[in-house]
């Protein structure tokens, strides 16, 4: 549905995007992280058509965005800011959008009425969209993505300013509008990406460091499985008797109320919890808590992103 072909975009003498290249299937939904200035938001206007990329293209359902309307057409945009028009009412102003998208009178209602619904704008529908709330106008900016039923969905940080409820019902409609739609989700939140993604690509520096599953990236970090437990012993007695296990990698405790809190990490991400049981009760240890970590899309993210900027210092010096 989607397929980028080495997309690059320079500002005078800086360069934005380096070189990107990725395919979507169709109904895949792909979320896309990256530190502030990594050149999401670019990407994202020049698959839209909304700026020209340097060099490279971008093309949709077989079609060039920057040489093709229908290619536009078939793509509902969510900009981070959506501008808006504060003295039309919601209503209004999404059947001024159904008219730009050349949408005769009839499914303009229809849908007009479906998107208000989807996106919880039925009450406000009729308010002057300068009245509501950000997260409001956040829920307009949506709607009007959606109400063409494009193809394609780009959503720039779509739960920006909305309320944790709203947060929830945004993503509950993102998950729904799998494989109706190819989406595309830029988004600072990476709970928001674990939760609705299908892939995720990580750009950093204009380029793409990382792709794959949120399982896949998480099971990449190192060092990121580890094992957390509590028991009523002293601390340096913990780290020598665990610390004799040979698949712990290292043992890190701390004293609280009398109880020692232990973080193992093991070698090569092996589960050491059965030992760890039984070396505990053989000691006589009374246990409150274990429980086994594993990495987090969190983690992921800042190690690769870490290294990007390592390595770009590096390439710099």
């Given at each position: 549905?989607?397929e980028v072909q080495n997309l690059v975009k320079w500002y ?93 009178r009839g499914s303009r209602t229809k849908r007009i009425d ?35 039923d494009p193809k394609v969905l780009i959503l720039d940080e ?160």
């Amino acid at each position: 549905m989607i397929e980028v072909q080495n997309l690059v975009k320079w500002y005078g003498p800086t360069l934005a995007v380096d070189d990107l290249t990725f395919s979507i299937p169709e109904g895949q939904i792909v979320g896309v992280l990256g530190p502030n200035g990594a050149g999401k938001s670019t990407t994202l206007r020049m698959l839209t058509g909304f700026i020209p990329p340097s060099s490279g293209r971008a093309v949709v359902a077989g079609l060039d965005v920057t040489q093709s309307a229908q290619a536009r057409a078939d793509i509902g945009y969510q900009p981070e800011n959506t501008p808006l028009y504060s003295e039309m009412r919601v209503e209004e102003y999404l059947q001024y959008r159904g008219k730009l998208m050349q949408m005769d009178r009839g499914s303009r209602t229809k849908r007009i009425d479906l998107v208000c619904d989807r996106c919880g704008l039925t009450q406000s529908r009729r308010r002057l969209i300068g009245q509501l709330s950000k997260g409001n106008r956040q829920r307009v900016g949506l709607a009007q993505a959606l109400l063409h039923d494009p193809k394609v969905l780009i959503l720039d940080e779509p739960t920006s300013g909305l309320d944790p409820n709203q947060v929830t019902h945004v993503r509950e409609l993102i998950r729904e509008l799998r494989g109706k739609h190819t989406i595309i989700l830029s988004t600072h939140i990476l709970p928001e990406v674990e939760k609705t993604a299908d892939r995720v690509l990580i750009i950093a520096g204009g380029r793409i460091v990382a792709e794959g599953t949120p399982d896949e990236l998480r099971h990449s970090v190192s060092s990121a499985v580890r094992v957390l437990f509590e028991v009523k012993a002293a601390a340096d007695a913990v780290q020598r008797v665990v610390g004799q296990i040979p698949d712990i990698a290292s043992v890190e405790t701390s004293m609280h109320d009398g109880w020692c809190r232990a973080v193992v990490a093991p070698r090569d991400s092996q589960d050491v919890r059965e030992q760890l049981g039984q070396l505990l009760l053989t000691n006589g240890w009374p246990v409150r808590e274990m429980r086994h970590e594993g990495g987090s899309l969190e983690e992921f993210f800042i190690q690769i992103t870490a290294d990007q900027e390592q390595a770009r210092g590096e390439t710099a010096a």
